[in-house]
């Protein structure tokens, strides 16, 4: 049987390619704000609290 070898250098040219094309899709992707979500939230919780407000008069 013949030993055989494995050039890590290919793997490592694999990985960093792998690597770039994720970075490359990450900086494409638009951010996304978590300031809608909150602010609907708040909304919510004022609409909540003004119709109990309401009910209890």
């Known amino acids: 049987m013949s030993d055989q070898h494995i ?3 290919g793997n490592t040219q694999a990985f960093r390619a ?4 994720r970075e ?6 638009p ?3 978590p300031l809608v979500p909150i602010i609907a ?3 919510a919780i ?7 407000f309401l009910l209890l008069q």
Do not use: L
Request: net charge negative.
């Open 46 to 52: 004022v609409v909540i609290g003004v119709v109990a």
């Open 24 to 29: 490359q899709e990450a900086a494409a992707e």
């Open 7 to 9: 050039d890590p250098a």
């Open 18 to 21: 792998f690597a770039n094309a």
């Open 41 to 43: 939230v708040v909304a």
């Open 31 to 33: 951010k996304k704000s």
